[in-house]
């Protein structure tokens, strides 16, 4: 992290304002910090830097199998990696927002391996991202270089800045799996400053989708240690990919959902990287500590009761998608 990133943060504890750097393990040619501290001058709280990210909650909590994933898939569903545009084409399919935006402050929210702010980052706008996981430091291999991040560890719950601080905030794939998503909702919401916007997405909520096999297995998979689960899909994708891939060719989506995998052939990814993401996202469906989806109606009601204007809430490419802007 650069040193004029500090000034950004207030304390998560008594919500100040007043960091400073304890350390002097900078990088010379960069002027990254590496290693030190932060500390609050007002209530002596202190968070550690390690490996250039600042860490704003403790290294264990309910996002392990997300740290778990993306540093095993850290280049998966990367379009620098893959040759395609496919989360490039999410990104602005969601948002509606333009290609270029320097000088613009965007607050990531759950950023895992860093698809998305690999993205964000190439519009020029200043990124401040961060997720609940260690999946901060395959993102920081992947995206650590750009003079115009600023990544950090924190929690979506007590994100470490003042209200009303960014001209958009953009949270995709992640609200469904913290504890509490109306909670995390109007905790990004309160980020966003006058006249800026916030988008994001959510699994949604439907009696056809809980009758999906995600949801009839979760009771069991999400207690199976996160190595012993993620080698069952690995032998599980490789066993079954290859009928799959020909069930979404003859059925389409109906097809695709008759076996317990997600598959993703119809994207024109190659066969390798097919089973990578195979992999990624089945694991990624079954693993999670959380997974609570809602409904266009309750995500309309989340951004009315937030007081946002020129509400969009609509069905997107992985649920629910809601965006909104503050008013002035």
């Not at 799996?177 to 909520?205: M, N, Q």
């Not at 240690?225 to 994708?237: A, D, F, M």
Request: charged share 25%.
């Amino acid at each position: 992290m650069k040193q004029e990133h500090i000034q950004r943060f207030c304390c998560t504890v008594c919500k100040e304002s007043v960091l400073r750097f304890q350390g002097n393990e900078i990088d010379g040619k960069s002027g990254q910090i590496k290693t030190g501290n932060l500390l609050c001058m007002k209530c002596g709280t202190c968070y550690p830097i390690a490996g250039h990210i600042a860490r704003f909650v403790e290294p264990e909590n309910y996002a392990g199998s997300f740290g778990f994933q993306w540093n095993i898939h850290r280049k998966t569903q990367l379009d620098s990696y893959s040759g395609l545009t496919i989360s490039h084409d999410r990104v602005f399919e969601v948002t509606g927002w333009p290609e270029q935006m320097k000088g613009e402050q965007i607050l990531e929210a759950g950023s895992g391996a860093g698809r998305f702010t690999e993205v964000l980052l190439s519009t020029g706008a200043e990124v401040n991202s961060f997720d609940y996981s260690d999946a901060v430091e395959a993102n920081w291999k992947s995206n650590g270089h750009h003079s115009n991040l600023n990544l950090f560890q924190g929690d979506i719950f007590s994100i470490p800045f003042e209200d009303y601080s960014f001209d958009k905030v953009f949270c995709l794939g992640v609200i469904q799996h913290t504890p509490d998503p109306e909670l995390a909702f109007s905790s990004l919401a309160a980020k966003v400053r006058p006249g800026g916007e916030l988008v994001i997405d959510v699994y949604a909520s439907s009696i056809l989708s809980l009758l999906r096999w995600k949801y009839l297995l979760r009771p069991i998979t999400k207690h199976i240690g996160r190595e012993r689960l993620y080698h069952i899909v690995e032998k599980v994708v490789d066993a079954i990919l290859p009928l799959a891939t020909r069930l979404r060719r003859v059925g389409g989506r109906v097809g695709a959902r008759l076996l317990p995998i997600v598959e993703y052939s119809h994207l024109g990814l190659p066969d390798k990287l097919n089973r990578e993401w195979a992999i990624l996202d089945t694991f990624d469906m079954y693993s999670p500590a959380h997974d609570h989806p809602r409904s266009l109606a309750v995500v309309r009601g989340w951004f009315e009761c937030a007081g946002f204007e020129r509400v969009e809430v609509k069905r997107g490419p992985n649920g629910v998608v809601g965006r909104g802007v503050r008013p002035l």
